[in-house]
């Protein structure tokens, strides 16, 4: 069993940034990690991901440039720097494993935290 506990949420101006964590209980060791968001009404959506050892990362269109994903596998937490925040990145954020490294594909991934607000204001 994998417990994974997101952090970092809140409520910022468009243009700031904010750094989210993830932190890990059980099972991580070797596999891929991801970061998915959902706004209200909308599907859930990719956002990055992130190898095991950090050598590989992929990001969805919208936020390459402006977020960055990282792993400390010492402390079993996953991490996700947003810059330059903007209001349609408003959404529940939450981190998952991945049984196939580095993926977009939600089905690819078993194991999901109970997210974490993030809301941009114009």
């Known amino acids: 069993q994998v417990q994974l506990v997101e952090s970092g949420g809140g409520l910022v101006q468009a243009g700031g940034s904010l750094r989210l964590s993830c932190a890990a209980n059980?099972?991580?060791?070797?596999?891929?990690m991801g970061w998915f968001r959902q706004a209200p009404g909308k599907e859930r959506e990719f956002v990055a991901a992130?190898?095991?050892?950090?050598?590989?990362?992929d990001y969805t269109d919208s936020v390459k440039g402006r977020f960055t994903i990282s792993r400390d596998n010492a402390k079993d937490t996953v991490y996700l720097l947003m810059n330059s925040l903007k209001p349609e990145d408003t959404a529940v954020y939450y981190c998952?494993?991945?049984?196939?490294?580095?993926?977009?594909?939600?089905?690819?991934?078993?194991?999901w935290g109970q997210g974490t607000q993030v809301t941009v204001s114009s």
């Open positions: 059980g099972r991580t060791f070797g596999y891929g």
């Open positions: 998952a494993r991945s049984t196939r490294g580095v993926t977009m594909n939600l089905d690819d991934y078993d194991y």
């Open positions: 992130i190898n095991w050892s950090g050598s590989n990362t």
